[in-house]
């Protein structure tokens, strides 16, 4: 198994910056891609950024030149720097864990996430 424990959220201002931290601990050699998702109160939780285990890097269209994401395999940390914060960004933001384990000839894969930090921008 993998636990995710995120930090670094809080109340800023509008054009505001924070830096989101994830730290995988357990089964931390089965984890691949790590990622961020965000849910707003009444939505869906929806993507942010994907980032692999070779640093390709996805990011969600509203994101886009605001957010970077950034991984050190080292120290089993996906982090999210989000730069010019907007009030539609208030959100629970999760980190997300994809693992694989178990031999070649059959694989076993399953999601983790963690808790949630909360993210407050105000106008």
């Known amino acids: 198994q993998v636990q995710l424990v995120e930090s670094g959220g809080g109340l800023v201002q509008a054009g505001g910056s924070l830096r989101l931290s994830c730290v995988a601990s357990?089964?931390?050699?089965?984890?691949?891609?790590m990622g961020w998702y965000r849910q707003a109160p009444g939505k869906q939780r929806e993507l942010v950024a994907t980032?692999?285990?070779?640093?390709?890097?996805n990011y969600a269209d509203f994101v886009k030149g605001r957010f970077t994401i950034s991984r050190d395999n080292a120290k089993n940390t996906v982090f999210l720097q989000m730069d010019s914060l907007k009030p539609e960004d208030t959100a629970v933001y999760y980190c997300?864990?994809?693992?694989?384990?178990?031999?070649?000839?059959?694989?076993?894969?399953?999601?983790?996430w963690g808790q949630g930090t909360q993210v407050t921008v105000s106008s």
């Open positions: 997300n864990a994809e693992a694989a384990w178990g031999p070649v000839e059959r694989q076993y894969e399953s999601s983790y």
């Open positions: 980032i692999s285990t070779s640093f390709n890097t």
């Open positions: 357990g089964r931390t050699r089965s984890i691949n891609a």
